[in-house]
């Protein structure tokens, strides 16, 4: 499956962005799919994940009650709504999917990929 994810952009403190990942070769609904991010000068870190056929979600704490992740099988995307955001939020995001089964907040569960999309929250 590959990935493409989108709607990055420039937000002020407390405002929204709503992130999409397009899928093509594969369906969303079959793979766990994930957002991690990499903030500067940080490491790759998990924001959100949700499990496949099931739908389980799973946040991170530093996004929990801000976030939320989806999945639109009928746009064949998962999105990931962020409100309340804050500077600290600022980063490449990066949208992942895999078939393994375990602990998703792990970025080596998954095997595929997209380019990053930044976001950037100013104060």
């Known amino acids: 499956v590959q990935l493409q994810a989108s709607g990055g952009g420039l937000v002020q403190l407390g405002g929204s962005l709503r992130l999409s990942c397009a899928a093509s070769?594969?369906?969303?609904?079959?793979?766990?799919m994930g957002w991690f991010r990499r903030g500067p000068g940080k490491e790759l870190e998990f924001v959100a994940a949700i499990r496949r056929t099931a739908g389980d979600t799973y946040y991170s704490d530093f996004v929990k009650g801000r976030f939320t992740i989806a999945r639109d099988n009928a746009k064949n995307t998962v999105n990931l709504q962020m409100n309340s955001l804050k500077p600290e939020d600022t980063a490449d995001y990066y949208c992942t999917a895999g078939r393994r089964g375990g602990d998703l907040h792990y970025s080596g569960q998954y095997d595929n990929w997209g380019p990053g999309t930044l976001v950037t929250v100013s104060s």
């Open positions: 070769g594969g369906t969303v609904g079959n793979y766990n």
